[in-house]
């Protein structure tokens, strides 16, 4: 069996291991979160979530997830 | 004036219609449900939510789109805990990727403490937002010359505060928004402070066209009563405001005819 190479990438400010080579859509469709209620930066960058599944993510890439919460 | 009359006075934002003129945060309530519940009772249209991080590693927190359908409810994202411009634009930027929300509520504090407004940064952000597309209602303090730069900038409702974030102090300068009201045709809102319903009956008084409440209702002992309460504070100071007050007088004028006294 092939073994999954990883790479390092910082998740909502925190290291996490993924595997390499999938995209952006791949990553949230694993980690199970809802795109449509959330919004997506890549490197300090907005991603476009109809292009999700174009962007591949890299060794060192810094990827922030947020949603709306409760706030005044 | 008649009750048909008084049902078309609709809170207008952006050429939006509202029929509240009640505003409502969703923060600090004990639960989602707490928070649903009481915006329900609030009977308020909008209601203000924060851009955060996802929780990655818990993912069966409750998220708050599944208790307050957007559909149904205005939501304003709001840029509380951005301390400058960049991190303001930064997360209304993120909002309006989530969904293409568009009216938003700008809020860039200067100190920490005190959480009161820093002008500058928020001038400066309202000017760049405008010019994105954005529909910016923005928290200020309640200085008159700070309100019309905001207006010039593009601002579409100005939201000075009663008194500092969460203080519960009331309004703590009539005077001034007395002055902003003169001076603006924009939707003004107050917004922080408010500690009471009547606070809020003060404010529609004044002539401002609606209120933003959150820590009142939400640290209230009873935060289903106190949201009842506000709904009903709002309606009456606006009433009262249209009614058209009596001048006030030094000395007392009798209520019944003084002819025909046996």
Redesign the interface.
Known sequence: MKKIKKIKIK????ERLIEENISLLKLIKI???PV??????LN?E????KKLNKKMIRKNDKI????????? | MGEGELKKDNLIIANKKFNSRLIV?????KS?SE?AKAIDLSGADIV???????N?IN?NKP???DYIDPKKIT?L??T?GCFNSKEAL?TL???????GWKLVKLEVLGDKKNLFPEMIETLKSTEILSKEGFKVMVYCNDDPLMAKRLENAGACAIMPLAAP??SGLGILNKVNIGIIRKQTKLPLIID?GLGQASDATIAMELGCDGV?V??AIAKAKKPFVMALAFKNAVVAGRQSFLSGRIEKTLMGKPSSPSKGII
């Open positions: 998740l909502n400010g925190k980690l199970k979160i449509k209620k959330v919004a997506i930066e300090h907005i991603m476009d979530k922030e997830i947020v949603h709306f919460i409760g706030g005044g | 945060g969703t923060g600090k309530y989602m928070c203000t939510v924060a851009v955060r991080r996802v990655i993912k998220l708050l789109m939501y994202p709001n509380a930064r930027r993120l909002a309006r990727e989530i969904g974030i969460g922080a933003l959150n820590t």
